[in-house]
């Protein structure tokens, strides 16, 4: 008998387990919309920066789903190797064109037909929250994601709040245009605000997303450390473009204690590549 009870016992756990490896759908949207519907990314879009492009999807991943007069969201569930991803949730049966945006954001919506994302004025440096993209779902279902941001990358042995700025307006909203085939044809840009700040708790890799065309006059970087404002500046003109991703190599040796604007910097190790 007890060796019943362990085995009834050992079969519990497993189904409990198994239960809790599955992507679960909110609960809300199964109240709220009737028709369940799976999403596919396709296109090897992926949102950890690995091997300078490729980056991929991560289980419970979140993104938006937008349609007219509706929204929701969906969990990644990826697959082939993470390059790929499957997104389950509820929308309303009425429902017949679907927009997708990553990540998951309550400034997220679609106005007539266009996509609306926010680059904010406070990040939290990883390429997960920087890597803002959208697509619009084809006829079977499809999602080819699109950055509709510009990125810097730096690497820092520092911790502390960081500002940015270049002489421009970075933070703002972005509306897209896709066709009837999920392709981009087209985007706006609104800026609101100059300078974008990112909290840095330790040593390492991080990334900002800006809007997508920034005509950058100058690098100009802050770093606040509870006592200490140091800078940074580079007077060399640079302009961002939708998905151009500029590597500033590590900026720590780079600080001064001067005061601001110490002077030109434009040794600055810099690479550029399109997404």
Known sequence: MLKKYIMFGAIAI??????????????????????????????????????????????????????????TNAVADPYNSSLEARFTTYVSEDA????????????????????????????????????????????????VFKHLVSFVEFTIDRCGTLTFSCGSDIAGDVSATFDEHGALVDYTQSGSGDMISVDIPCSGTYYIALLPEVEMKYLYFTLTDGATTEYILSTKPRKMTRGKLVGLGNITDRFSSQRPFPGSVEDLEISEFDW
Do not use: M
């Open 14 to 71: 497993i189904a409990i387990s198994s239960c809790q490896d599955q992507i679960s759908v909110p609960e809300d949207d199964k109240t709220l919309y009737p028709v369940e519907k799976t999403f596919y990314s396709v296109d090897g879009f992926t949102k950890v920066l690995l091997n300078s492009t490729q980056v991929l999807w991560e289980k419970g991943d979140r993104i938006d789903v937008l349609w007219d007069g509706g929204k």
């Open 96 to 143: 017949q064109t679907f927009y997708a945006v990553h990540p998951s954001s309550e400034a997220s919506s679609l106005v007539d037909g266009k996509v609306k994302v926010e680059v904010p004025s406070v990040q939290d440096g990883t390429f997960s929250s920087a890597g803002i993209a959208a697509a619009k779902a084809d006829a079977n279902d499809f999602l």
